[in-house]
């Protein structure tokens, strides 16, 4: 059974960082592209970054360029989201999700249940 | 940027009732269109994929279709485990993914 566990979020002050993690079991990590998506009541969802099975190619949202960074760490098949200089519009519910295939194709077969990130004062 | 637009934002319906959703592309995107299911509390669930492919697990009574720039979701006869929000969501222009603004289904 393919199960995704998301953690790492929290209240951070604008400018901050953070590190979420979702950790995966049930598939063969390594042979499938990884998702970040967030939700939020005013945006609904929003796709943030994709990295490819082999970890080697990444992509991110206009939005979050230049301060999020996608990682895999293929050996404890966990995937990561290292967020910097953090912005109150980056305040939503963050999703990890699972590919249907080795590329990023964006079609998410399974979710995880998310991790809550808010950024105030 | 390509946008998704659905209609309508939101609607009523009745148990067994036939229930058509609509998402328009802002470009043609072929068939690299997507539909999920997302219920109060719960993660989206990817129902149908490439448009018109039903997602394994999936019940039959949903279905899909179009291309290029315009894409229904169609529910043939409403169940009570359906009222829910729909998004769609395009893959066409990879990376930038989008979805659309969502369905929310009530019960009427």
């Known amino acids: 059974e393919v199960q995704l566990l998301e953690s790492g979020g929290g209240l951070v002050q604008p400018g901050g960082s953070l590190r979420l993690s979702c950790a995966a079991s049930?598939?063969?990590?390594?042979?499938?592209?990884m998702s970040w998506v967030r939700q939020t009541p005013g945006k609904g969802l929003e796709w943030v970054s994709a990295v490819s099975g082999s970890g080697g190619s990444a992509y991110y949202a206009v939005a979050v360029k230049g301060r999020f960074t996608i990682s895999k760490d293929k050996s404890g098949s966990t995937l990561y989201l290292q967020m910097t200089s953090l912005t109150v519009e980056d305040t939503a519910l963050y999703y990890c999700a699972k590919d249907s295939q080795r590329t990023v194709t964006a079609n998410f077969d399974f979710w995880g249940q998310g991790t809550l990130v808010t950024v105030s004062p | 940027d390509m946008q998704m637009t659905q209609s309508p934002s939101s609607l009523s319906a009745s148990i067994g009732d036939r229930v058509t959703i609509t998402c328009r592309a802002s470009?043609?995107?072929?068939?690299?269109l997507n539909w999920y299911q997302q219920k109060p509390g719960k993660a989206p669930k990817l129902l149908i994929y490439a448009a018109s492919t039903l997602q394994s697990g999936v019940p039959s009574r949903f279905s899909g279709s179009g291309s290029g720039t315009d894409f229904t979701l169609t529910i043939s006869s409403l169940q009570p485990e359906d009222f829910a929000t729909y998004y769609c969501q395009q893959s066409y222009s990879i990376p930038q993914i989008t979805f659309g603004q969502g369905t929310r289904l009530d019960i009427k």
């Open positions: 049930g598939f063969t990590f390594g042979s499938y592209a």
């Open positions: 470009q043609p995107i072929s068939t690299y």
